[in-house]
């Protein structure tokens, strides 16, 4: 029961919202998939988000087969959970389902950059919201600027790397801002590379 009630009062000190820095690291690392389109191969970075989904699949089975794997996970890995995954698809297999997703629909350039919004841009959204925004607004205006801002340090990636076109990379960190901002379920990990890669390939078709 002592050891039920620590684990609980952990998830409620996660349930305000602090997560370690650890989570953020692990989220900003998923860069790696989109670096390897374009400094190894197209195939390297399919091969690594489709790895990410059935590794992210086979959590996700474990934890509903064996619920004390669950409770395994949130006893020694506390701060890298939020509350409210503990009976949902975890934010990271969102996440790796989205990464997939973008490279085979927009492929290499704005698959990649589309990525790299969601692996920057959420976790500083979340950094600058805690740091700088008023507390207990939920998202804040703070949050969303430091959003846009590492989106648009990603477009500069996009642009310099993927050779997309400036106005085609912005659109897409806007979007991604946005959609960070609306959060719509169940996931903004879902929505943020989808969305954002959908309208960088809708701009490279019109622009010339």
Same mark, same amino acid.
């Given at each position: 029961?002592?050891?039920? *009630?620590r684990v609980e009062s952990r998830q409620r000190h996660l349930s ?5 820095? %650890? ?18 191969? $197209? =195939?390297?970075?399919?091969?690594? &988000? ?5 590794? *992210? ?14 409770? %395994?996970?949130?006893? $020694? ?7 409210? =995954? ?7 297999? #969102? ?10 629909? $927009? ?8 990525? %790299? ?8 959204? =979340?950094?600058?919201?805690?740091? #700088?925004?008023?507390?207990? =607004? ?5 949050? *969303? %600027?430091? /959003?846009?801002? &590492? /989106? ?12 997309l076109s400036p106005w085609s990379a912005l659109a897409g960190a806007?979007a991604a801002t946005l959609v960070e901002r609306w959060s719509p ?5 879902? #929505? ?17």
């Open positions: 029961m002592l050891g039920q *009630s305000s919202g602090q997560t370690s820095n %650890l989570r953020k690291l692990m989220h900003m690392a998923m860069a790696v998939v989109a670096l390897a389109g374009w400094l190894v191969s $197209f =195939e390297v970075a399919l091969a690594l &988000a489709g790895a990410l989904v059935g590794a *992210s699949l086979a959590v996700e089975a474990v934890r509903r087969w064996w619920p004390w794997v669950n409770r %395994l996970l949130w006893r $020694f890995l506390p701060s890298v959970f939020r509350k409210w =995954e503990d009976r949902r698809v975890l934010a990271s297999t #969102w996440f790796a389902l989205s990464m997939l997703l973008a490279l085979l629909l $927009f492929r290499r350039d704005a698959g990649g950059t589309a990525i %790299l919004f969601v692996a920057w841009g959420d976790p500083t959204a =979340e950094m600058v919201g805690r740091r #700088w925004g008023r507390r207990g =607004e939920g998202k804040t205006a703070a949050g *969303s %600027l430091g /959003c846009l801002m &590492a /989106c648009l340090a990603a477009a500069a990636v996009g642009i310099s790397l993927g050779g806007v379920p169940p996931d903004d990990n879902v #929505w943020m590379p989808l969305l954002s890669g959908l309208v960088i390939v809708g701009m490279q078709g019109i622009l010339p």
